[in-house]
């Protein structure tokens, strides 16, 4: 199903098309591009930064591959499943898509608000829910759908997160129902979890970077090219057969 061609050190995608949601930055763009450098074709979604979209398309283009920025606000309930019939239609397939968008609520549970759980769920669950199932429409057998999670969606060193941990943990879920819904087409459903990660929501030299370090097995942050490196994994030949879990990409923080 996937034709892999050996240059450069990477396995290519070559033929494929993908659909990045929040791709405009931080770990979004980097899994854009790593998908591009692998051969793939990319689509990237973005809320309101256009011109940061329209930068990492032209990066993608560069490489040589098609891309395409896609305005979606994953709060909607059309947006995003529009966007995953765009990006179909423009390339002529879709194959992979990375559910990248989200969102940190932070703070007290006495100040969480409703508004607060609706946006949070709507971004981290039904967004990608809609997305799949959406996508699974356009999807050849073997495509592959991956989810960028966290890893405080399985421990919780402090607190703050219970909602954003909640809805994190429901994304888990809903990835091995789609895996198991899915598997007969041999479609995969994974999340990768990423741990504290230098990206302009988290900056490695930001005022509490230095207490996520000290819960790191190897006391560093991650790039966005590390979580990138995960989903490229996943969404070639070498992990057609890993479905329905989820992968730390933490430093050891959760070990």
Request: net charge negative; glycine share 12%; no cysteine.
């Given at each position: 199903?996937?034709?892999?061609?050996?240059?450069?050190?990477?396995?290519?995608?070559?033929?494929?098309?993908?659909?990045?949601?929040?791709?405009?930055?931080?770990?979004?763009?980097?899994?854009?591009?790593?998908?591009?450098?692998?051969?793939?074709?990319?689509?990237?979604?973005?809320?309101?930064?256009?011109?940061?979209?329209?930068?990492?398309?032209a990066?993608?283009?560069?490489?040589?591959?098609r891309g395409?920025?896609?305005?979606?606000?994953n709060?909607?309930?059309?947006?995003?499943?529009?966007?995953?019939?765009?990006?179909?239609?423009?390339?002529?397939?879709?194959?992979i898509?990375?559910n990248?968008?989200?969102?940190?609520?932070?703070?007290?549970?006495?100040?969480?608000t409703?508004?607060?759980?609706?946006?949070?769920?709507?971004?981290?669950?039904?967004?990608?829910l809609?997305?799949?199932?959406?996508?699974?429409?356009?999807?050849?057998?073997?495509?592959?759908i991956?989810?960028?999670?966290?890893?405080?969606?399985?421990?919780?060193?402090?607190?703050?997160?219970?909602?954003?941990?909640?809805?994190?943990?429901?994304?888990?879920?809903?990835t091995?129902?789609?895996a198991?819904?899915?598997?007969?087409?041999?479609?995969t459903?994974?999340?990768?979890?990423?741990?504290?990660?230098?990206?302009?929501?988290n900056?490695?030299?930001?005022?509490?970077?230095?207490?996520?370090?000290?819960?790191?097995?190897?006391?560093?942050?991650?790039?966005?090219e590390d979580?990138?490196?995960?989903?490229?994994?996943?969404?070639?030949?070498?992990?057609?057969?890993?479905?329905?879990?989820?992968?730390?990409?933490?430093?050891g923080?959760?070990?």
């Amino acid at each position: 199903m996937y034709r892999l061609i050996q240059k450069k050190g990477y396995d290519m995608l070559e033929g494929r098309a993908a659909l990045v949601t929040g791709g405009s930055r931080g770990i979004g763009a980097a899994t854009a591009l790593r998908l591009a450098r692998d051969g793939a074709d990319v689509a990237v979604t973005y809320t309101t930064a256009a011109e940061r979209a329209e930068t990492v398309v032209a990066e993608i283009e560069s490489l040589g591959r098609r891309g395409l920025a896609i305005r979606a606000d994953n709060t909607g309930t059309e947006e995003v499943a529009a966007a995953v019939n765009h990006a179909a239609a423009e390339f002529g397939r879709l194959n992979i898509l990375v559910n990248n968008a989200g969102i940190f609520p932070h703070g007290p549970l006495a100040e969480v608000t409703v508004a607060d759980i609706d946006r949070t769920l709507a971004v981290h669950v039904r967004s990608v829910l809609l997305a799949a199932r959406a996508a699974v429409e356009h999807m050849t057998d073997g495509g592959r759908i991956i989810s960028i999670g966290s890893n405080l969606a399985t421990r919780v060193p402090d607190g703050g997160t219970t909602l954003y941990s909640a809805s994190k943990s429901a994304l888990i879920g809903l990835t091995r129902g789609l895996a198991r819904e899915l598997g007969e087409r041999g479609i995969t459903a994974n999340v990768v979890d990423p741990g504290s990660t230098d990206t302009d929501m988290n900056p490695a030299d930001g005022e509490h970077a230095h207490l996520q370090r000290r819960l790191t097995a190897l006391g560093r942050f991650n790039a966005p090219e590390d979580v990138a490196a995960a989903v490229a994994f996943l969404a070639g030949r070498d992990g057609r057969n890993i479905t329905g879990t989820s992968i730390l990409v933490d430093a050891g923080a959760n070990a």
